[in-house]
């Protein structure tokens, strides 16, 4: 079983930056492929990055170039890097982790509650 909590989320300037902190209980977070998604009103939870076991990175289109996913095994803990950001970007954002999945579909196994990012113009 893994629990995650997100946080850093928050409101921000169009062009500005935030970084989601992913803390992650347990002692096996680095044999996760972790993910980042997000949701925003009215529409369809959107793939936004993940980040293998292995450090392999998969980004969405809309936010490559401007967001990076990292973690740190030793503080159990994933990031996502967003600069750049736009109005477009407002969203609850979600980190999802998963010992067999490494995919830009929301098949991970585990999901914290989500951070609020609003993007203001």
């Known amino acids: 079983q893994v629990q995650l909590v997100e946080s850093g989320g928050g409101l921000v300037q169009a062009g500005g930056s935030l970084r989601l902190s992913c803390a992650a209980s347990g002692r096996t977070f680095s044999i996760y492929n972790m993910a980042w998604f997000r949701q925003a009103p009215g529409k369809e939870r959107e793939f936004v990055s993940a980040i293998s076991w292995t450090y392999s990175t998969l980004y969405a289109d809309s936010v490559k170039g401007r967001f990076t996913i990292s973690r740190d095994n030793a503080k159990n803990t994933a990031y996502l890097q967003m600069n750049g950001l736009k109005p477009e970007d407002t969203a609850v954002y979600y980190c999802?982790?998963?010992?067999?999945?490494?995919?830009?579909?929301?098949?991970?196994?585990?999901w914290g509650q989500g951070t609020q990012v609003t993007v203001s113009s």
């Open positions: 999802a982790a998963d010992a067999n999945y490494y995919t830009k579909y929301a098949r991970y196994d585990y």
